[in-house]
């Protein structure tokens, strides 16, 4: 049995997320970890919420909320809305816990020690009426280029042209509006990543079957124009980890807070330390996963994440760990995701365009998500959602080949033998075709889950249902039954059997049919199946079961025609 950590990239505080997020990121995580949870692994999965920045602050100011009270609420509503999508973290921590304030100290103080960190004075724009510094991206003002009277310091949305805050002409701030900016010196603490380019270039081509996706991006942040450039790690906030050195502090460097990227990630291994915590646990129950010095060396760690999070992961997180000059656990698969689109356009958190996790959960149960979303992944190029498509894939997957099999088979044993198991009869040239195939198939099924191929998983998972539907299609014991109640019963008991099976293989996509499943036919043993003919042999003749619910409702015309309206605009 191996050692399996695995990171879901932290959702940011400032909101719900849409569907797009959790498909880049924690559901496809999900499904990764209670897959090896199945292969009986030893699994520490971790999420968390990422807390400090300047959108933060600027949500609650807009909630009218102090920002730890704004933060500390948003974290139980996205708990919540994770536990509603069966997510099953073994903790979502909180990026500004105690935990990650003293481990990111404590590192930005190693890398230091190790002369990784220079300190640079800049200048940047201060806005007397905000009585704050202004990040680039909360500047407003007209393009120097084109005229557009909405461009940001960064860049003019507009013609896109990458700027300078002082390139605006009549600046203002982005948060109140006010005109009364000036230029002020400030000094900052950078990560020295340019001198750590190399060794980051080594890392990553030691680095065997790595996405593409995952490292193209690498590639190209190491070798293009200059290079790895060195990157700030504070920032002129009041809302953050307070820049230290170690437990001493930073001369030069009070009232200052680490910049957002840099705690982030760190989250990650203080989010297992809040796990550690939360169990009654010391030190060492976190440190065997993360400190190869400790028992991580046998670890094997994978990260789930949008493109967009690719550069961070790939380089500046490992840069902070290996600079550090201490035996951190580094990433040893990085799994990435292209973009989910929604109907033809963007989802948008600021626009409120698509579904948010909070509403899709409103109108229909996990178990639709999830299998829409997971077997629809964005791996090799960006894919979109539609309603049509969610409706025929619902209907078609889980309704009529999955659901009807469940109720098909355990309302006719009902009607014709009562609810236990029946006996009589024996299996013939069919079943074993049926055993053959199943077996190719499940064989094929795990091949594609320990590879994270998820689309491919999800396909081989849909044709292990269809074999069953076509299966009992073509036996028809209702048919048989009148002739034949013996070899009825036969198969009768090999299709609950069935039922039992497709619960535990099933399970890592939609846990809750899952469960239904298996409560169905009276049984709790989820023992991965070594062999198709032992897991389809494990429900004896006179072993009672009950007919579940109807395990999945089709969605109608009706209902897509009003989901279609009533999420195509603002929310
Ligand atoms: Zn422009």
Same mark, same amino acid.
């Given at each position: 049995?191996?050692?399996?950590?695995?990171?879901?990239?932290?959702?940011?505080?400032?909101?719900? +997320?849409?569907?797009?997020?959790?498909?880049?990121?924690?559901?496809?995580?999900?499904?990764?970890?209670?897959?090896?949870?199945?292969?009986?692994?030893?699994?520490?999965?971790?999420?968390?919420?990422? /807390?400090?920045? =300047?959108?933060?602050?600027?949500?609650?100011? +807009?909630?009218?909320?102090?920002?730890?009270?704004?933060?500390?609420?948003?974290?139980?509503?996205?708990?919540?809305?994770?536990?509603?999508?069966?997510?099953?973290?073994?903790?979502?921590?909180?990026?500004?816990? @105690?935990?990650?304030?003293?481990?990111?100290?404590?590192?930005?103080?190693?890398?230091?020690?190790?002369?990784?960190?220079?300190?640079?004075?800049?200048? @940047?724009?201060?806005?007397?009426?905000?009585?704050?510094?202004?990040?680039?991206?909360?500047? /407003?003002? =007209?393009?120097?280029?084109?005229?557009?009277?909405?461009?940001?310091?960064?860049?003019?949305?507009?013609?896109? +042209?990458?700027?300078?805050?002082?390139?605006?002409?009549?600046?203002?701030?982005?948060?109140?509006?006010?005109?009364?900016?000036?230029?002020?010196?400030? +000094?900052?603490?950078?990560?020295?990543?340019?001198?750590?380019?190399?060794?980051?270039?080594?890392?990553?081509?030691?680095?065997?079957? *790595?996405?593409?996706?995952?490292?193209?991006?690498?590639?190209?942040?190491?070798?293009?124009?200059?290079?790895?450039?060195?990157?700030?790690?504070?920032?002129?906030?009041?809302?953050?980890?307070?820049?230290?050195?170690?437990?001493?502090?930073?001369?030069?460097?009070?009232?200052?807070?680490?910049?957002? *990227? !840099?705690?982030?990630?760190?989250?990650?291994?203080?989010?297992?330390?809040?796990?550690?915590?939360?169990?009654?646990?010391?030190?060492?129950?976190?440190?065997?996963?993360?400190?190869?010095?400790?028992?991580?060396?046998?670890?094997?760690?994978?990260?789930?994440?949008?493109?967009?999070?690719?550069?961070?992961?790939?380089?500046?997180?490992?840069?902070?760990?290996?600079?550090?000059? %201490?035996?951190?656990?580094?990433?040893?698969?990085?799994?990435?995701?292209?973009?989910?689109?929604?109907?033809?356009?963007?989802?948008?958190?600021?626009?409120?365009?698509?579904?948010?996790?909070?509403?899709?959960?409103?109108?229909?149960?996990?178990?639709?998500?999830?299998? #829409?979303?997971?077997?629809?992944?964005?791996?090799?190029?960006?894919?979109?959602?539609?309603?049509?498509?969610?409706?025929?894939?619902?209907?078609?997957?889980?309704?009529?080949?999955?659901?009807?099999?469940?109720?098909?088979?355990?309302?006719?044993?009902?009607?014709?033998?009562?609810?236990?198991?029946?006996?009589?009869?024996?299996?013939?040239?069919?079943?074993?075709?049926?055993?053959?195939?199943?077996?190719?198939?499940?064989?094929?099924?795990?091949?594609?889950?320990?590879?994270?191929?998820?689309?491919?998983?999800?396909?081989?998972?849909?044709?292990? #249902?269809?074999?069953?539907?076509?299966?009992?299609?073509?036996?028809?014991?209702?048919?048989?039954?009148?002739?034949?109640? %013996? @070899?009825?019963?036969?198969?009768?008991?090999?299709?609950?059997?069935?039922?039992?099976?497709?619960?535990?293989?099933?399970?890592?996509?939609?846990?809750?049919?899952?469960?239904?499943?298996?409560?169905?036919?009276?049984?709790?043993? *989820? =023992? *991965?199946?070594?062999?198709?003919?032992?897991?389809?042999?494990?429900?004896?003749?006179?072993?009672? !079961?009950?007919?579940?619910?109807?395990?999945?409702?089709?969605? =109608?015309?009706?209902?897509?025609?009003?989901?279609?309206?009533?999420?195509?605009?603002?929310?």
């Amino acid at each position: 049995m191996a050692r399996i950590l695995i990171t879901s990239a932290l959702p940011y505080i400032n909101g719900i +997320k849409h569907l797009g997020n959790l498909v880049g990121s924690q559901l496809p995580a999900d499904l990764y970890a209670r897959y090896c949870r199945a292969r009986g692994h030893e699994v520490m999965f971790i999420c968390a919420t990422d /807390e400090h920045g =300047t959108p933060a602050e600027l949500a609650a100011a +807009k909630a009218g909320k102090p920002v730890d009270e704004y933060c500390a609420e948003m974290h139980d509503v996205q708990a919540e809305l994770a536990r509603g999508f069966l997510l099953s973290f073994d903790h979502f921590g909180r990026s500004s816990s @105690q935990r990650n304030h003293v481990l990111t100290q404590h590192l930005a103080g190693k890398l230091a020690d190790a002369g990784r960190i220079s300190e640079v004075s800049e200048k @940047q724009v201060y806005s007397n009426a905000d009585g704050r510094f202004l990040p680039d991206r909360y500047i /407003e003002g =007209t393009c120097p280029n084109c005229g557009y009277d909405r461009a940001r310091g960064d860049q003019c949305e507009n013609c896109t +042209k990458q700027l300078d805050p002082t390139d605006l002409i009549d600046p203002r701030s982005a948060i109140s509006g006010s005109t009364d900016l000036e230029v002020r010196e400030t +000094k900052h603490l950078f990560l020295r990543q340019s001198d750590m380019r190399d060794q980051l270039d080594k890392w990553i081509d030691s680095q065997r079957n *790595w996405p593409v996706l995952t490292t193209s991006i690498a590639k190209k942040w190491l070798h293009d124009g200059d290079g790895l450039q060195d990157r700030g790690i504070t920032r002129d906030l009041d809302w953050g980890i307070p820049v230290k050195r170690g437990d001493k502090d930073w001369p030069g460097m009070e009232g200052k807070v680490f910049y957002v *990227w !840099f705690d982030a990630p760190i989250e990650y291994i203080a989010a297992t330390a809040e796990w550690a915590d939360a169990q009654g646990l010391d030190d060492s129950a976190w440190q065997r996963w993360w400190r190869t010095d400790l028992g991580a060396d046998d670890v094997r760690y994978v990260q789930f994440m949008g493109k967009d999070n690719v550069p961070f992961h790939t380089l500046s997180f490992p840069a902070t760990l290996m600079g550090s000059g %201490e035996p951190w656990k580094l990433v040893n698969y990085i799994k990435s995701f292209n973009y989910l689109n929604y109907d033809g356009g963007q989802f948008s958190t600021s626009q409120g365009r698509g579904v948010f996790m909070d509403q899709a959960l409103a109108i229909l149960p996990a178990d639709y998500w999830r299998w #829409w979303l997971l077997s629809h992944a964005p791996e090799s190029s960006d894919s979109e959602f539609t309603w049509e498509n969610f409706q025929a894939s619902v209907n078609k997957d889980l309704a009529d080949v999955l659901g009807n099999l469940v109720s098909r088979v355990t309302k006719f044993c009902r009607s014709k033998f009562g609810e236990v198991v029946p006996e009589g009869g024996t299996l013939g040239a069919r079943e074993t075709a049926l055993m053959d195939a199943l077996t190719t198939r499940l064989r094929a099924y795990e091949t594609h889950m320990e590879a994270m191929e998820i689309r491919k998983s999800a396909a081989e998972l849909r044709a292990l #249902w269809v074999l069953g539907n076509e299966y009992l299609q073509d036996a028809a014991p209702w048919s048989t039954f009148k002739s034949d109640p %013996e @070899q009825a019963a036969a198969q009768i008991r090999l299709a609950l059997n069935l039922i039992r099976f497709y619960a535990i293989i099933s399970r890592p996509f939609i846990p809750d049919a899952a469960a239904s499943m298996m409560a169905g036919m009276q049984s709790d043993d *989820w =023992t *991965w199946p070594d062999t198709v003919t032992d897991a389809l042999a494990q429900l004896d003749a006179g072993h009672s !079961f009950i007919v579940p619910d109807v395990l999945f409702a089709k969605i =109608t015309d009706e209902n897509r025609a009003a989901w279609e309206a009533q999420f195509s605009g603002q929310r």
